[in-house]
Each structure stands twice: as C-alpha cells, then as structure tokens.
C-alpha cells in the first residue's frame, strides 16, 4: 500500500496533533528503527516529542504528542484521571445487540496469539463505550469512545461481543473488502479486483483533553479517510440495511 503523507491538525506550545494515515507507525519499530515512523519524522522537524499515547500501524486518524514535558505530565495525569476523551469509528462484521452498549471485559496478554490480547479475568480492567452509527446487512458503522486505554482494546471488545472488526488480521478474519461481496450481479472482468478496503476498519475521529497552557478545553477531529468511506459508500448503494 502506498504510504499516504500525514498532515498536522493543530500545533501550539504544548501539543502537535497528526491525522495518521494508515500503515504508517506511530513510534519506531522495536526492533528496525529504520523503519518510517511519525515519532520520528516530527522529532527531525521539531526537535524531542513526548508519546502521549499508541496507534496500531493499521488505524488511521488524530495522534497527539507533548512538545515538553510539562505539558507531557499534565496530559498524562489528565488521561489516567480519564479526562481525555478518545472517540473511534468503526465498521465490523455483525451487529451488536444494543443500540447503545458498554464492554466491560478484562484484558491480558495472549499465550496463543503473538504480540495479541485476549480476554482474561486476571487481566487489566477495560471499558469501551458504543453506539451505532449505521446498520447494514452483516456489517455496522460504530461510534466507540474509550473508558480505559488498554493495548488493542477497541479490536479485542469488538471481537469478544461478535462484531470484529472488518479486515482485522489478529481479532477478525483478516479478509480484504470487495465491492463483489455485497453488490449483486457484480460483473467481473479480466482485470483482479482491487479492495475498497485491506486494512483494520478504525479511524479515530477525535480527541478531547484541557490545554495545559490556557485551561481551555481542546477537541481535534479528523474526518473519515478515503478507503473507510468508500466502503460506507458501497454498503449504501448495494447491502440491504438490517
């Protein structure tokens, strides 16, 4: 996949907020710091950042960092205090049960899936909030805010209540997304067809935290990208809504 270029969606004496573009990582690999990351590409333009927070390399969307470390601890405590609200969007497979919902599951490291979660009762305690945004025949668009900030949390509470996410390769059945899987009397040609999407379904659309400057509250949003729209496009015009 060609790598997108990412764009910066606020900047002040504090904070630099990105819109992620998918497939690229948030810090350097643990093990190839050679490999591109945003982490790295702000600090050559901006001298030392301070991570605040992850982003898997499939999700796309709003990534903050700390310029200094002042603003780097006041942050911080305001995430662990739950104060910095995290909204996601979502499409998966299936639909969940309510309109509304919370999952409330324990989270651990996986014995059977490398470098994966799992659901475990002696695991981390982990909130996630949903609601629907858009019901379609097999597939949902979701609004998910996290509680709690666990490593995969989004992906592994989806997958647990049914819904995985589409094109999730460690929670989901990590198929690409066709537009022949929902368009009827699809006309096939000589050319392979190219999925509308082939990465996991998750964008987050915005980020509320309190400046540590101004006290001010502060919300960063980034729209939907290119290739989870066109899938919310498609199932518009071709799956019946459920």
Same mark, same amino acid.
């Given at each position: *996949?060609?790598?997108?270029?990412?764009?910066?969606?606020?900047?002040?004496?504090?904070?630099?907020?990105?819109?992620?573009?998918? %497939?690229? @990582?948030?810090?350097?690999?643990?093990?190839? !710091?050679?490999? =591109?990351?945003?982490?790295?590409?702000?600090?050559?333009?901006?001298?030392?950042?301070?991570? @605040?927070?992850? %982003?898997?390399?499939?999700? !796309?969307?709003?990534?903050?960092?700390?310029?200094?470390?002042? =603003?780097?601890?006041?942050?911080?405590?305001? *995430?662990?205090?739950?104060?910095?609200?995290?909204? $996601?969007?979502?499409?998966?497979?299936?639909? +969940?049960?309510?309109?509304?919902?919370?999952?409330? @599951? +324990?989270? =651990?490291?996986?014995?059977?899936?490398?470098?994966? %979660?799992?659901?475990?009762?002696?695991?981390?305690?982990?909130?996630?909030?949903?609601?629907?945004?858009?019901? $379609?025949?097999?597939?949902?668009?979701?609004?998910?805010?996290?509680?709690?900030?666990?490593?995969?949390?989004?992906?592994?509470? %989806?997958?647990?209540?049914?819904? +995985?996410?589409?094109?999730?390769?460690?929670?989901?059945?990590?198929?690409?997304?066709? @537009?022949?899987?929902?368009? /009827?009397? $699809? /006309?096939?040609?000589?050319?392979?067809?190219? &999925?509308?999407?082939? /990465?996991?379904?998750?964008?987050?659309?915005?980020?509320?935290?309190?400046? &540590?400057?101004?006290?001010?509250?502060?919300?960063?949003? =980034?729209?939907? +990208?290119?290739? *989870?729209?066109?899938?919310?496009?498609?199932?518009?015009?071709?799956?019946? /809504?459920?």
């Amino acid at each position: *996949m060609k790598q997108q270029r990412w764009t910066i969606l606020h900047e002040d004496e504090d904070v630099i907020a990105i819109d992620k573009p998918a %497939m690229l @990582l948030s810090t350097p690999d643990r093990y190839d !710091s050679s490999i =591109a990351n945003l982490k790295s590409a702000l600090e050559y333009k901006r001298g030392e950042i301070y991570v @605040l927070h992850r %982003m898997d390399k499939e999700t !796309s969307g709003v990534i903050f960092y700390a310029k200094t470390k002042a =603003a780097y601890q006041n942050i911080s405590e305001q *995430m662990e205090s739950g104060k910095v609200d995290q909204i $996601y969007q979502a499409i998966t497979r299936n639909t +969940p049960a309510e309109e509304i919902g919370q999952i409330d @599951l +324990p989270i =651990a490291a996986s014995k059977n899936i490398k470098k994966g %979660m799992t659901i475990n009762p002696d695991g981390k305690t982990a909130a996630t909030k949903y609601r629907i945004l858009s019901r $379609y025949d097999n597939y949902t668009h979701v609004e998910i805010k996290l509680i709690t900030d666990r490593i995969h949390q989004i992906r592994v509470h %989806m997958s647990a209540i049914r819904c +995985p996410l589409i094109c999730d390769k460690v929670y989901g059945d990590g198929e690409s997304f066709f @537009l022949s899987q929902i368009k /009827r009397k $699809y /006309r096939r040609s000589d050319r392979e067809e190219r &999925p509308l999407l082939s /990465r996991t379904a998750l964008h987050c659309s915005q980020i509320t935290y309190i400046s &540590p400057s101004t006290g001010d509250s502060m919300t960063i949003e =980034a729209a939907l +990208p290119k290739d *989870m729209r066109a899938v919310l496009h498609q199932l518009e015009k071709h799956n019946i /809504r459920g």
